[in-house]
């Protein structure tokens, strides 16, 4: 089982709607929790960041948190074509800070 | 602010062949991350230093791959003897601390023949 869990997608959305991203983690230790956006050809770029359980908002992004079921998600409202790339899920482990990435969900946004 | 700085962008090599990588990151930040991305796949850490010190290497072939940070700033990854497999995008990551958000260059892109 991997570390971190996310579905290998395709994920296609019309444009407008609410894209759900979902991440599931093995190690109960992870403190840190963050979601990268990477368009083809280009490296990760950081979308959000949560340490606490519930939801965060910033924008049209809203990460949420549940370490009891060891699981974090990502919503994309209102979702545009710009947003069709792969999204990553990262975790960081307890102290060291050990980063483990999911192999991403590719979203696809159609006009 | 300057981001991540890494260099070359791209590189051909044939297997059996050495390279070298290197990476500025950003300034002021203790911890620096050089991560494997195979076709496909999300990053898998190599190597994590902060600053000049190795936090894990659980991930490195050591038998073949080399990092060093020796003044806790740039930083260089080196494959000797590089292998097909060893073909992927390298990519270097800085934050200021461990368990905070790490910012990525724009990666090499490695192709070994």
């Known amino acids: 089982q991997k570390e971190v869990e996310q579905n290998s997608g395709p994920l296609s959305v019309p444009e407008g709607a609410i894209a759900s991203l979902n991440c599931t983690y093995s190690?109960?230790?992870?403190?840190?929790f963050f979601w990268y956006r990477q368009y083809s050809g280009k490296s990760p770029e950081l979308i959000m960041s949560?340490?606490?359980?519930g939801d965060k908002e910033d924008g049209r992004f809203t990460a949420q948190l549940n370490k009891a079921s060891q699981y974090v998600s990502l919503l994309i409202r209102d979702s545009q074509p710009s947003d069709s790339a792969t999204y990553l899920c990262?975790?960081?482990?307890?102290?060291?800070?050990?980063?483990?990435f999911g192999d991403g969900t590719t979203l696809t946004v159609k006009p | 602010e300057a981001g991540v700085a890494q260099s070359p962008r791209y590189k051909i090599i044939e297997k059996r062949q050495s390279v070298a990588f290197w990476c500025n990151p950003i300034?002021?930040?203790?911890?620096l991350y050089w991560y494997q991305q195979i076709l496909g796949q999300g990053p898998k850490l190599l190597i994590q230093?902060?600053?000049?010190?190795?936090?894990?290497d659980s991930q490195l072939p050591k038998d073949r791959f080399s990092a060093e940070r020796l003044k806790g700033v740039d930083s260089t990854l080196k494959i000797q003897p590089a292998k097909l497999e060893d073909s992927a995008v390298y990519l270097c990551?800085?934050?200021?601390?461990?368990?905070?958000?790490?910012?990525f260059g724009q990666g090499t892109r490695l192709t070994v023949v």
């Open positions: 990551a800085s934050s200021l601390g461990r368990t905070i958000e790490a910012f």
């Open positions: 990262a975790v960081n482990e307890g102290n060291a800070g050990k980063s483990t």
């Open positions: 300034s002021g930040h203790a911890t």
């Open positions: 230093f902060q600053n000049n010190g190795v936090v894990d």
């Open positions: 949560i340490y606490s359980n």
């Open positions: 190690d109960r230790g992870s403190q840190s």
